[in-house]
């Protein structure tokens, strides 16, 4: 660890953006332009701020800390680079609040079935309906991190019930009733909507399938935000034609961006986004200002870095908030 680094950043940040001086006064900032600039200051580069691709991670001769620009940095997770000695830390937190906000959006949108009167304006038709509302029902959230614990605090202001599926029992303000891993479907059949809002994981991967398809209500609808993967596509696309459940709002996707030959695109009472959810500047500066306290720490010797992974279980070593 050097007082005065050497740190390359991404193409993903502008250059005027990021400014370290305070941070680290004696670092060397290298900004990347491109993937061929990147690889060839990478050698130079004690700190990442970006991701480090598989095939260039042995060319990081000096390589210490990686700063993931994403709040879930299982891309930066292969096996590697677990090996590797370099931590890894996440911008975990920076897009909790749209994510809740695009959330809320898209349960407000399937439970009013608000495509339809987009449908009707378009075709100038008047179009009037029974729908919906959040009040009173029960909303279920898988994961209870930076964004779960917002989404909660959000649909409580709708009057909703909330309850959480988390890895631990440890409470948390605005969720009702917690369940066990274990306990997933049994949470799954209270819930008017469920919403993944977990990292991707070996743990998570794949955890919504067919069976926990047919756990939810037939009247219940699903959405997913964080990461592609945790939802089994082909089981949820079966449930969706099927009518198991009544809809989805999906940000995240098993690939993207989504083909166009995907049956996603015209999947029954479906709406997608393209993991748009938090792509807004108050996002980027909270990033950037979680990676600048950072910087700030590790120059100065301190231990504790702000989102910490745990680079082997793909979650967060040191769970906090930066504000």
């Known amino acids: 660890m050097a007082a005065n680094p050497t740190i390359l950043v991404s193409a993903d940040v502008a250059a005027e953006s990021l400014s370290a001086e305070d941070a680290a ?18 050698p130079q580069a004690e700190i990442v701020a970006g991701a480090v691709p598989a095939a260039l991670l042995a060319r990081a001769d000096r390589l210490e800390w990686v700063h993931s ?29 749209p994510l809740a906000e695009h959330a809320m959006m898209l349960m407000l ?56 599926l ?23 059949g209270r819930c008017d909507f469920v919403v993944v809002t977990a990292p991707l994981t070996p743990e998570t991967r794949g955890m919504i399938d067919a069976a926990a ?46 083909p166009s030959d995907s049956p996603f695109w015209d999947a029954p009472n479906t709406i997608i986004t393209p993991h748009n959810g938090a792509t807004t500047d108050a996002t980027r500066e909270r990033g950037l200002g979680i990676f600048i306290e950072n910087l700030r720490r590790y120059v100065t010797g301190q231990d504790t870095l702000i989102n910490l992974v745990d680079k082997r279980a793909g979650y967060l070593r040191i769970l906090r908030r930066f504000s």
Request: proline share 3%; hydrophobic share 45%.
């Open 109 to 164: 949108m399937l439970s009013r079935n608000a495509t339809r009167w987009i449908d009707s304006q378009r075709q100038k038709r008047w179009d009037r309906f029974t729908h919906g509302e959040l009040n009173g029902q029960t909303l279920g959230i898988i994961g209870a991190g930076h964004s779960g614990k917002d989404l909660a605090l959000k649909a409580k202001a709708f009057h909703m019930r909330v309850l959480g």
């Open 25 to 42: 006064p004696g670092a060397t900032i290298l900004h990347a332009k491109d993937a061929a600039q990147f690889e060839h200051h990478l």
């Open 213 to 258: 398809l047919a756990a939810m209500k037939p009247s219940a609808f699903i959405i997913c935000f964080s990461r592609g993967g945790i939802i089994d596509d082909a089981a949820l696309l079966e449930a969706l034609a099927s009518g198991a459940i009544a809809g989805a709002g999906l940000d995240a996707h098993g690939i993207e961006p989504l």
């Open 69 to 97: 620009w994403a709040a879930g940095p299982d891309h930066q997770l292969y096996d590697a680079f677990i090996s590797h000695g370099a931590i890894l830390t996440s911008s975990a937190g920076n897009g909790a609040i």
């Open 166 to 188: 988390r890895r631990t029992n440890q409470p948390a303000e605005n969720f009702d009733h917690f369940y066990a891993r274990d306990q997933l479907h049994a949470m799954l």
